[in-house]
């Protein structure tokens, strides 16, 4: 009973994060920033390094750190004479070194470092669970407000603009969606991880998609699909949950290769 308890908790949270980086996701492939999530998921161990240090939950350091990171990049994203890749790779290197450095000199908490980097799905609490689905709910509902002009900036941001959609602020808004999900999904699959489930189970679902919204219903699919094969994977090989959820996010993406 206790076993079927704490598989139900994991594979809600799975689910969860599944449901909601399956559309952010196919936005993140169209628009080639699978760079962008797996630098704010590095700035995410400043983040709980921070939460420990001033009395915080982690959950809440993450989040602010985050959010504070995806804020800044948008800023600096037109600063001149530095491309998108490098300030990227400055900031997710520069907030990690931080993170650590942080981290270590709290000698009066124990930080299981293993268990941010890689996820620990398997200890997610029902309190866990309601804070998943709650924020997985909230980007939602910002992301279906925000679908139609995100979608034109993407396809053409000048074209965009001359339609009426401001362009900077919807692309801010969906930086900001990413950076609450990049909160959400470390407690699933860990820092080293989150990006995997932003890009794979979305470059999956685009091989067999023919429309915008049914690449983000199936990248759902295939995440979902992860999830629960992960889990079952994990249970079975007493493999670690969140490398196992993102190992079978890839094997899905490797049989989609084959339709191509």
């Given at each position: 009973m206790i076993m079927?308890?704490?598989?139900m908790r994991a594979l809600l949270a799975g689910l969860a994060v599944a449901l909601v980086t399956g559309p952010l996701g196919a936005f993140v492939v169209w628009r080639r920033m699978a760079y962008f999530g797996g630098a704010l998921s590095h700035t995410a161990l400043l983040g709980v390094a921070l939460g420990f240090l001033v009395g915080v939950a982690p959950e809440l350091g993450?989040?602010?750190v985050v959010v504070a990171a995806a804020l800044m990049l948008g800023m600096l994203g037109s600063v001149r004479g530095l491309s998108t890749d490098t300030l990227l790779g400055i900031v997710a290197h520069a907030a990690l070194a931080v993170g650590m450095v942080v981290t270590a000199t709290l000698h009066n908490v124990?930080?299981?470092l293993m268990a941010y980097l890689f996820g620990d799905i398997l200890a997610v609490s029902w309190s866990g669970v309601v804070w998943l689905w709650g924020g997985a709910a909230t980007v939602l509902a910002l992301?279906?407000?925000?679908?139609?002009p995100l979608l034109n900036a993407t396809v053409h941001a000048d074209l965009a603009f001359v339609e009426g959609v401001n362009v900077r602020r919807v692309e801010l808004a969906f930086m900001l969606m990413l950076?609450?999900?990049v909160a959400l999904a470390i407690k699933v699959v860990g820092i080293l991880l989150v990006a995997s489930m932003l890009v794979i189970p979305a470059a999956s679902a685009r091989t067999f998609a023919r429309t915008p919204e049914v690449?983000?219903?199936l990248a759902t699919l295939f995440g979902a699909l992860a999830v629960g094969?992960?889990?079952w994977a994990s249970y079975?090989?007493?493999a670690p949950a969140g490398p196992a959820i993102v190992m079978m996010a890839s094997i899905f993406f490797a049989l989609s290769l084959i339709k191509r």
């Open positions: 079927d308890d704490f598989l993450v989040a602010f124990r930080v299981d992301l279906t407000m925000l679908w139609r950076a609450l999900v690449m983000g219903i094969f992960g889990l079975v090989y007493d």
